[in-house]
């Protein structure tokens, strides 16, 4: 059974950090390339950074060099490092397969206040 588990979210004041986690079962997870996506409230879901099977990573333009996306294939998990938090960051993070080819996850909350 696939499941996708994201958590660490949370209430951060702008200009600060948080790790996102996502655990993954069910699925050949190092043979995928992962993704993080965010949905503010409103607004479509959208794709905020890729990872590869060989670690190569890309970015929405508007957090590039403020996220850094990472795996441990050893541990099925895909961690998003966000610094430097914006108040537009609030959102639900969902992770998944890129395409999003699972069923989404519950997602965790993302709220950063100004």
């Known amino acids: 059974q696939v499941q996708l588990v994201e958590s660490w979210g949370g209430l951060v004041q702008a200009g600060g950090s948080l790790r996102l986690s996502c655990a993954t079962s069910?699925?050949?997870?190092?043979?995928?390339?992962m993704a993080w996506y965010r949905q503010a409230a409103g607004k479509q879901r959208e794709l905020v950074a890729t990872?590869?099977?060989?670690?190569?990573?890309n970015y929405l333009d508007s957090v590039q060099g403020r996220f850094a996306i990472s795996r441990d294939n050893a541990k099925n998990t895909v961690y998003l490092q966000m610094n430097s938090l914006k108040f537009e960051d609030t959102g639900v993070y969902y992770c998944?397969?890129?395409?999003?080819?699972?069923?989404w996850g519950q997602g965790t909350q993302v709220t950063v206040s100004s």
């Open positions: 998944n397969l890129s395409p999003p080819f699972l069923s």
């Open positions: 069910g699925i050949n997870f190092r043979w995928n390339i």
């Open positions: 990872i590869t099977r060989d670690g190569i990573t």
